[in-house]
């Protein structure tokens, strides 16, 4: 399985960014996924999951309302679009995931993935 995170990089605050994972060599049916980033000196956090179980999605409360995860499943796709970036939101963004059967909370907030994607940059200047 191969995570493959794109779409990051440089915008003011107030902009908006789509970031892409796609992914390969997945056959599971049923899967869990997530974007997670971190920002220097801080912890890994999560940000938005998505179970294909039962189509949930899960956002913290700091990006809910602005960014949005989404699906194409021909594609083996998943976004982020990201709208009224913030100067906070800037972090390495990584997307990962797992075979899972659950729902989004949980995935996003017990550290279900184990199959990760290099980061992408996401710079949000002020």
């Known amino acids: 399985v191969q995570l493959q995170a794109s779409g990051g990089g440089l915008v003011q605050a107030g902009a908006s960014m789509r970031l892409a994972c796609t992914m390969s060599?997945?056959?599971?049916?049923?899967?869990?996924i997530g974007w997670y980033r971190q920002a220097p000196g801080k912890r890994r956090e999560e940000v938005s999951c998505f179970s294909s179980a039962d189509n949930s999605t899960y956002y913290s409360d700091s990006v809910k309302g602005r960014f949005t995860i989404s699906r194409d499943a021909a594609k083996n796709t998943v976004y982020l679009d990201m709208n009224r970036l913030k100067p906070e939101d800037t972090a390495v963004y990584y997307c990962?995931?797992?075979?899972?059967?659950?729902?989004?909370?949980?995935?996003?907030?017990?550290?279900?993935?184990?199959?990760w994607g290099q980061g992408t940059q996401v710079t949000v200047s002020s």
């Open positions: 990962a995931s797992a075979r899972y059967k659950g729902g989004s909370e949980y995935f996003c907030l017990m550290n279900v993935a184990d199959h």
């Open positions: 060599g997945f056959t599971h049916f049923f899967y869990g």
